[in-house]
T-cell receptor
């Protein structure tokens, strides 16, 4: 079975500091990879995705992520945190066969003024 | 505007009652999903459907039922057999030939 591991259920950063949220997956075949953001009592919104091609992908709100096949990782970064980035972030994978998605348990990001 | 609607936003029920959560999409997506979200546990798949009149159990289907009579609609019934129904429920859809899922705004169900 697929597994998605997000290291750190809670991450705190100062406003203006680098944001780094970690995600590792278990598939031996490179899957499709996603990062979603969730604000309180709302649905999930897609931040960015990797399907094929360039391994560094850029998303909305200044976020980007790099797919590293050798490390089976897809870490999310943002150079400078903003107060509005405080939210829950989920990493997800989808195998390139089938329609099932697998989610990590989420990382809650706190931005300290 | 295209999207996924879930209603109501908040739902309160007494223990022992069945309750149906609505999910409608106008994105023309074939696949639809129901997830349950509890604090610290991420999203857990309840049921998913890839085509009308067909659906599959996810990881936590016990105590839930679904139907898929129309492409646009995928209602979820939380039955009295579900031991801990209080949670945040998310509906999602995806195109069969696409990549990502699109999510609705969620329904928070409280059973007392």
């Amino acid at each position: 079975a697929q597994s998605v591991t997000q290291l750190g259920s809670h991450v705190s950063v100062s406003e203006g500091a680098l944001v780094l949220l970690r995600c590792n997956y278990s598939s031996s075949v490179p899957p499709y990879l996603f990062w979603y953001v969730q604000y309180p009592n709302q649905g999930l919104q897609l931040l960015l995705k990797y399907t094929t091609g360039a391994t560094l992908v850029k998303g909305i709100n200044g976020f980007e992520a790099e797919f590293k096949k050798s490390e089976t990782s897809f870490h999310l970064t943002k150079p400078s945190a903003h107060m509005s980035d405080a939210a829950e972030y989920f990493c997800a994978v989808r195998l390139n066969t089938g329609n099932q998605f697998y989610f990590g348990t989420g990382t809650s990001l706190t931005v300290i003024p | 505007d295209g999207g996924i609607t879930q209603s109501p936003k908040y739902l309160f029920r007494k223990e022992g009652q069945n309750v149906t959560l609505s999910c409608e999409q106008n994105l023309n997506h074939d696949a639809m999903y129901w997830y349950r979200q509890d604090p610290g546990q991420g999203l857990r798949l309840i049921y998913y459907s890839q085509i009308v009149n067909d659906f599959q159990k996810g990881d936590i289907a016990e105590g839930y039922s679904v139907s898929r009579e129309k492409k646009e609609s995928f209602p979820l019934t939380v039955t009295s057999a579900q031991k801990n129904p209080t949670a945040f429920y998310l509906c999602a859809s995806s195109p069969v030939r696409g990549y990502e899922q699109y999510f609705g705004p969620g329904t928070r169900l409280t059973v007392t």
